[in-house]
């Protein structure tokens, strides 16, 4: 014996709707929606905590992304130093080249008062190497002229050092000690002034 029409269409439609309460699944709109445990209500999110978490990931984004700091006074001090031992190792290089230089000067000067067929000695990879005058001038003349322009490179090269060192100081307020002891204590304070202004702490170097 079969039911009714409108008894079974009715009975079909409570196992419909009690399945879909069960599922999550709105049966009206056809598509899911997640639902809390324990509730048949459907969780919906809110648009301000979402919009609260994107902020949030940003902020955390740019913290990453900042720039770094500056160096650390033992960082700046370490630098300063090393561009001092370069300028020095310049000078005492070009000042051997000075003293070479004039021993040429000496010995090309003596050598042109000489007789050109004389013979002479010149010291050639710690071997005494006999020669005439006329032979040792010229190679004595060119290696002159040689020294010279190696003292001229390094005489250009300190004062691009010297440049350097001078704006590294001023950039980062270097003192050495003993520096301006004999200043007043308004200089003292006009330089500890000045260096606060430039949003960097004076650093004291021996």
């Known amino acids: 014996m079969q039911a009714p029409p409108s008894l079974a269409a009715s009975t079909s439609l409570l196992q419909t709707e009690k399945f879909a309460s069960l599922s999550g699944v709105d049966a009206t709109r056809g598509h899911h929606q997640d639902v809390l445990p324990g509730s048949e209500t459907p969780l919906q999110r809110h648009p301000s905590k979402m919009a609260a978490n994107g902020s949030s990931t940003a902020s955390k984004s740019n913290n990453a992304g900042g720039k ?23 000078a005492s290089k070009a000042s051997e080249f000075e003293m070479e230089n004039n021993e ?39 290696n002159k002229e040689q020294i010279s322009k190696i003292i001229e490179s390094l005489t250009s090269q300190m004062q691009i050092k010297g440049r350097e060192l001078t704006e590294y100081r001023e950039r980062y307020n270097i003192r050495l000690v003993g520096e301006g002891e004999g200043e007043g204590q308004s200089a003292a304070s006009r330089e500890s002034e000045g260096g606060a202004s430039k949003g960097g702490t004076g650093v004291l170097v021996s």
């Not at 700091?69 to 370490?78: I, L, M, N, Y």
């Not at 990879?125 to 032979?135: A, C, D, I, P």
């Open 104 to 142: 040429h000067s000496l010995v090309i000067e003596t050598l042109k008062e000489v007789d050109p067929s004389s013979k002479c000695f010149r010291l050639v990879g710690g071997v005494l190497v006999e020669r005439t005058v006329k032979e040792v001038l010229p190679a004595l003349e060119n």
């Open 68 to 90: 770094p700091s500056g160096p650390t006074a033992e960082q700046v001090v370490g630098t300063f130093q090393r561009m001092r031992q370069e300028q020095r190792s310049m």
